[in-house]
Antibody, heavy 115, light 107 residues
Framework: QVQLQESGPGLVKPSGTLSVTCNVS?????????WSWVRQPPGGGLEWIGE???????YSNPSLRTRLTLSIDGSQNQVSLRLASVTAADTAIYYC????????WGPGILVTVSS | DVQMTQSPSSLSVSIGDRVTITCQAS??????LSWFQQKPGKAPKLLIS???TLQTGVSSRFSGSGSGTIFTLAINSLQPEDLATYHC?????????FGQGTKLEIK
């Protein structure tokens, strides 16, 4: 059974870099799945962030592309997201999910951007 | 980019009702549409993919239909555990995007 668990700092200062790690169990992150990221501002709708494959191929939302880094660490069986130059508008629950079809989700982590 | 417009944004319902939620795409997306259920404080859960394919374990009270630009999620005989927010998402082309969500509330 695939399980995903997000972790990272819950508070980031404006202009800083937001980092979230997704710990994966039950499947290798180096297998034939894409690893997706979605975010949801408090009380808001869902926004697709992007997806990464173990080969390093990344597809991302153009609205975030210049600030976004997605990566995979096969040795730790983790997937990671980094978002640079954050503002209050980046405050959201960040979810990782299995595959492009978002078939399984982690519980999410709330990251607040505030000084 | 494909934009998804979901309606209504909220719906007052009674237990036992048949509920329908609509999602309209800004262009033809074939049948590349999923529906998600999200309960308060929880992550979304995939209910339906490919417009009408129920995921394993999802109640047959849920059904999806549509093609092209108009899609519908129907819930027959609404049960208390169905009270949630429902989101549609297209995956026809990058970037994928979601509708604004529909929140079901008790009348």
């Amino acid at each position: 059974q695939v399980q995903l668990q997000e972790s990272g700092p819950g508070l980031v200062k404006p202009s800083g870099t937001l980092s979230v790690t997704c710990n994966v169990s039950g499947v290798s992150v180096s297998s034939t799945y894409w690893w997706s990221w979605v975010r949801q501002p408090p009380g808001g709708g869902l926004e697709w962030i992007g997806e990464v494959f173990h080969t390093g191929t990344i597809y991302s939302n153009p609205s975030l592309r210049t600030r976004l880094t997605l990566s995979i660490d096969g040795s730790q069986n983790q997937v990671s997201l980094r978002l640079a130059s954050v503002t209050a508008a980046d405050t959201a629950i960040y979810y990782c999910a299995l595959d492009s079809g978002l078939t399984e989700w982690g519980p999410g982590i709330l990251v607040t951007v505030s000084s | 980019d494909v934009q998804m417009t979901q309606s209504p944004s909220s719906l007052s319902v009674s237990i036992g009702d048949r509920v329908t939620i609509t999602c309209q795409a800004s262009q033809d997306i074939n049948r590349d549409l999923s529906w998600f259920q999200q309960k308060p404080g929880k992550a979304p859960k995939l209910l339906i993919s490919g417009t009408s394919t129920l995921q394993t374990g999802v109640s047959s009270r849920f059904s999806g239909s549509g093609s092209g630009t108009i899609f519908t999620l129907a819930i027959n005989s609404l049960q208390p555990e169905d009270l949630a927010t429902y989101h549609c998402q297209h995956y026809y082309s990058l970037p994928y995007s979601f509708g604004q969500g529909t929140k079901l509330e008790i009348k």
